[in-house]
């Protein structure tokens, strides 16, 4: 999985041998949700349908776990400072 800057996911499905057999687009949506041992990433493929990826410590290894843990933090806050500005805009203040 990899996450650029402006939120595209770009999700890869590895066959028994670490082969790349599909690669698919999307984006993050909200909720982001960060445990200590689980990370909870909603996104939505191009084709409008959303999935829920959980991810788990031991599935990624502790670095790779802790680099993804940065890059959803990031975002969580990222989508909550956005929800509350259109909240501002649409005049509830």
């Known amino acids: 999985m990899e996450i650029d800057v402006d939120g595209g996911v770009v999700i890869r499905e590895l066959d028994v041998n670490f082969k ?4 698919k687009s999307a984006f993050l949506t909200s909720p982001i949700t960060v ?3 689980l990370i909870v990433l909603n996104i939505i493929e191009d084709n409008e349908k959303p999935r829920t990826i959980l991810i788990t410590l031991d599935a990624v290894g502790a670095e ?3 680099q993804l843990k940065v890059v959803a933090l990031f975002w969580a806050r ?3 400072h956005a929800e509350s500005v259109n909240h501002l805009s649409d005049g509830n203040f």
């Not at 790349?20 to 690669?23: G, L």
């Open 35 to 37: 445990w200590p041992q």
């Open 64 to 66: 790779g776990f802790r």
């Open 78 to 80: 990222r989508m909550q």
């Open 20 to 23: 790349v057999t599909n690669s």
